[in-house]
C-alpha cells in the first residue's frame, strides 16, 4: 500500500520560508516515478506546484519559479520544497502526490501552509 505522509507546514510572514517534507512509504518505491507538490484553495482546482521525476527532471509552474525548489532523495523516498519568498497568494493546503510508471497518482493528506501579509 503507498503512503505519503507531509510535514512543515505553518503560520509564516511574507518574505519567509518553510520547507515541506513528504516520505513516501517502503512499498512505494519501486512504482512511484513522479513525486511532487500541488496546493489548493477553497473553491479552486488543486494545482500543480512542482515536480521531480525519479531520474530527476523537474517541473515547476511559473507562479513559483525563482522562489520555490524542489528536490528528491531516492534512498530516503522522500521529497522536499523549499519555499523562499513566500507571498499572501501563497497560502494553500499543500499536497504531496506520487504519479506511478502507469499514471495513477497517489495523494498525502496535505498540509497547510499560511502566509500572513
Known amino acids: 500500500q503507498v503512503q505519503l505522509v507531509e510535514s512543515g507546514g505553518g503560520l509564516v510572514q511574507a518574505g519567509g520560508s518553510l520547507r515541506l517534507s513528504c516520505v513516501a512509504s517502503?512499498?512505494?518505491?519501486?512504482?512511484?516515478?513522479?513525486m511532487g507538490w500541488y496546493r489548493q484553495t477553497p473553491g479552486k482546482e488543486r494545482e500543480r506546484v512542482a515536480v521531480v521525476s525519479r531520474t530527476g527532471a523537474l517541473n515547476y509552474a511559473d507562479s513559483v519559479k525563482g522562489r520555490f525548489t524542489i528536490s528528491r532523495d531516492n534512498a530516503k523516498n522522500t521529497v522536499y520544497l523549499q519555499m523562499d519568498s513566500l507571498k499572501a497568494e501563497d497560502t494553500a493546503v499543500y499536497y504531496c502526490?506520487?504519479?506511478?510508471?502507469?499514471?495513477?497518482?497517489?495523494w498525502g493528506q496535505g498540509t497547510q501552509v499560511t502566509v500572513s501579509s
Open positions: 517502503r512499498s512505494a518505491s519501486s512504482i512511484i516515478n513522479t
Open positions: 502526490g506520487g504519479t506511478t510508471w502507469a499514471g495513477l497518482i497517489y
